[in-house]
């Protein structure tokens, strides 16, 4: 395929899209490609010859859909909200405000090759350890515009306040993974290989909140005379108690990744799998909160009692909508499960001997999350990278990628290896960076590998 | 975990509150919501809620007028009395459900009032009879010289007209020797409280009006805030009682000076229909303005007494009664169509 026809096709597919969720780390590097095997089991092995340790590995993201990288950095840094970060919210176009953040810590991470000729490539096993704390929250725009507003002007219609989305999840993963090399003919010079791969992790859940269900709608009569409220809701929570067993959680379930690379050659790479299917249940510091209820404001209530004009708040409706029913029934939460697919093309080998290394690599993924939590948008992100290998000892990464953000993500990394230490760095979205406009989301990325 | 612990150490290098606020932008938001409401009925707007009735009874109206007698004989008269109790003239009837009673009757006489003599409360002036009875208590046991009776109960079922009629009937004593009668009375003090009222018949032309007071205590560093909000407060009276109501209110401050009044005219409620059962068959709304201005403001935020002036009449009502039973009320409601202008950096 003439290569600048590649090239436009993967950027303009990087460009094109909709949706949005936090990918494969140190995606189109190299020498970390088995930083990935912990989503993807079948890119165990990648990257190293027999043996690999990452000790850490660290991940964090978070973005939310109107505020800028300007705007929050004036609020959190300069002590300083103006009109028009709200103004921001309250005119989106967006029919909700979300956002969320998440972090990923592999403090542990052993990848080993067994086997295969060229001493790897062929029986892949790992060990990993990870930590993830993910939350998100989804708010109809017009709440904000609400209390930012008024009501007067939704006087006369009904106002559906939906959504009103919170989740989080922190929860520990403890396993192994492996994968192996299934050889399918080809020609002599592109050798086709299949790669199943699965990973299997004990799942330890650390604390989680999520809100089932969320209904909320306000009708102003037009003269003002009335308000009504209706509310259905349904949460549910669990929460360490304090002096809890922080190591074994309080609650569990098991993890199961799955994944299929194909090979044709050494400089063209295929892989879809799924990552964390499964849920955890939770057995300890449960709370679920549900009430269902309407409620007609007319406002505060006067009464006359013994001759004297005595004022009395009757809310009890209210206080009911707010009273939530509350049972510590053990519940279940969807670990979140995600597709992530791709694939890469090397061109330009070089004579390293490790593995096939190559100048040139371009690669193209998605992801796709089923279950939204530490996302803040729609749960799909296609990305493109680029990645350049130099003297065999660093290369440097840049990556385009689009999630329904009004700008797309603009990422780098730069990784450099002596003898067998490599380090990453890097980051899938500066783009809040380099453009101030409407929408901010970052990811930074980190990596230190030891590799044999 | 480390994830749980990091947004935690984040958490911790918040601001405190009040810095908080103060960076917050001015607030301009315009709400329309109803403020306050409140519902009367014929009985709280006529003052009738509690109702306390009271007699005395002096010794000549059993015979035996101040003095010293040697020997008084035993004394046993079918009724003493009546002892007219006015309630209210414009009041033609109001039927009670139930209602608590409490009587007491104190003896000063140096004879005791016997057993089974009756405190008897009449709606006509005619003892005797069953039909016009409002209350009928038994004292028992006898009634000792310079000592009180006192019944605690209900009452079921009765009616209560404008004046009402007191009777002690079957009034015995067994007398005595060598006693002085004081010119003391005795008083008979009947409360009727948590009075439940069926239906309440008032006679047309008729008027009267209150006042109530509020004291305001309003922090001096409000006082200046007087382009705090801006817009109008309605009020809304939906009048299911068949008779006239008037409302103002006035601001004082500390010193007495008239600030401002409520509205600029008294607010005129028009009354509403009802049928000969006390049933509304017509609610008629009555709406008037007060707009929010810096001037209305700083009346009420300078004032420190606002007293409340209400009337109520059945002036232009047609027949000679009107009635209203215990569903029939006089609804007012306050809806504020305000826009807020809130700068929280001059309100630290």
Sequence with gaps: MNRALTITIVFLLGWVTTLAQDGIPHMGDPWLLSEGAMAVPSLQGRGFKRAS????????????????????????????????????????TDDQFSAGVGLQLQLLSLGLNLGGKDGGLGLSLGVEHRERTLFNMDIDRELVTLLYEGNKQYAGRELLLDPLDIRSFSYRELGVNGAVDIPLGGSEDRPMKLRPGIGIYKVFALQGINMEQASISMFTRADGRAVDLRSNYEMNTAIPESGGNLFNGIGGGVAIDASLALALGDDMQFFAGVDDIGSVKFSEGVKNYSATGAYTFRGVQFTFIDQELESTVTLDSLIEMGDPDITEEAWSMQLPTRLLAGGTYGSHLTEYEAFPLFRHMWGLYIAHEFKSVGSYNAPTIISASYTYTAAERASFGVLLASNGDRIPRLGLNLTVRAGPVRLGIGSTNLSP???????????????????W | MLGSILLLGSLSGCRRGDDLLADLPPYHGE????????????????????????????????????????FVPPIDLPFVGPFPIAIAEYLVVMEVNTTDVTVRLNNPFPIPIGEGTRVVLRNTPVPGVPGNVVLDVPIAPQLEANSTFEYVGAATNIEITDTLYLFLEQFNSPGGTNVTFEPTSSSIDIVLSRIEVARMEISTGRSFEREDSLSLSIEQDLQDETDIASGSIVFYADNGLP???????????????????????????????????????????????????????????????VVLRYGVSTMDQPGTSVSANSTAALRLQLVGDIRLNVDYDDLR
């Design chain 1, 433 to 451: 960076l380099l453009v101030t406009g409407s929408g901010a989301a970052a990811q930074g990325q980190f990596a230190l590998q030891f590799a």
């Design chain 2, 31 to 70: 709400w329309l919501l109803p403020l306050v409401q409140g519902d009367a009925s014929l009985i709280q707007l006529s003052q009738l809620r509690s109702l306390p009735l009271s007699a005395t009874v002096n010794s000549a109206e059993f015979g035996l007028p101040s003095g010293t007698y040697p």
């Design chain 2, 243 to 305: 008779i006239e109501a008037i409302f103002q209110g006035y601001m004082y401050d500390a010193a007495g000076t008239l600030l401002d009044s409520l509205f600029d005219s008294p607010f005129v409620v028009q009354a509403g229909v009802t049928d000969p059962t006390g049933a509304t068959t017509q609610i008629t709304t009555s709406s008037d303005t007060i707009p929010i201005d810096p001037a209305t403001l700083d009346g009420f935020l300078r004032s420190s007494k």
């Design chain 1, 53 to 92: 340790l990452t000790i850490p590995s660290l991940q964090a993201w978070g973005g939310n859909t109107v505020l800028s990288y300007k705007a929050l950095r004036d609020i959190a840094v300069r002590d300083l909200i103006q009109e028009e970060h709200i103004q921001d919210i309250s005119n989106s």
